[in-house]
């Protein structure tokens, strides 16, 4: 993923997510950019609103390793077995989350996403190349 150095400061984002809709309310592990007037900050968390929000949350202020107009590889993976969600950037471990409820998580039906968002009056361009979504 990449941001160009034509973002206007006002926040947008990029960001790979997994979703479950659970009857009783939505599950989501998310791993991307957000970038705002100041900053390019790293973000991973994991909300389960059932529960009533977020249950795991790292953000890590990175303007200094994530750069304008360059290309950075980002991975939201899940180890199988344990329902372990890691959140990676240029092969760095930014956070992982193993749920307490895994084998309801197990047997649930993931949603996998890219989710772009802009506020109203941002501009920038993201670029996406060479993606892959593994089951």
Same mark, same amino acid.
């Given at each position: 993923?990449?941001?160009?150095?034509?973002?206007?400061?006002?926040?947008?984002?990029? +960001? /790979?997510?997994? =979703? &479950? %809709?659970?009857?009783e309310?939505?599950? !989501?592990?998310?791993?991307?950019?957000?970038?705002?007037?100041?900053?390019?900050?790293?973000?991973f968390?994991?909300?389960?609103?059932?529960?009533?929000?977020?249950?795991?949350?790292?953000?890590?202020?990175?303007?200094?390793?994530?750069?304008?107009?360059?290309?950075? +590889? /980002?991975?939201? =993976? &899940? %180890?199988?077995?344990?329902?372990?969600? !890691?959140?990676?950037?240029?092969?760095?471990l930014?956070?992982?989350?193993?749920?307490?409820?895994?084998?309801?998580?197990?047997?649930?039906?993931?949603?996998?996403?890219?989710?772009?968002?802009?506020?109203?009056?941002?501009?920038?361009?993201?670029?996406?190349?060479?993606?892959?979504?593994?089951?």
């Amino acid at each position: 993923m990449q941001i160009s150095n034509d973002h206007n400061r006002e926040l947008v984002a990029i +960001t /790979i997510w997994h =979703t &479950v %809709e659970f009857p009783e309310g939505n599950w !989501s592990a998310q791993c991307g950019f957000h970038a705002s007037e100041t900053e390019i900050d790293i973000v991973f968390n994991v909300t389960d609103h059932r529960l009533g929000g977020k249950v795991s949350e790292v953000y890590v202020e990175c303007f200094s390793i994530i750069k304008y107009n360059r290309w950075h +590889t /980002i991975r939201l =993976t &899940v %180890e199988t077995d344990t329902m372990t969600f !890691s959140c990676l950037i240029d092969g760095e471990l930014i956070g992982s989350y193993t749920p307490e409820n895994v084998a309801e998580v197990q047997a649930a039906r993931f949603e996998q996403t890219i989710f772009n968002l802009r506020d109203p009056g941002a501009t920038g361009t993201m670029l996406l190349d060479d993606f892959r979504m593994l089951p």
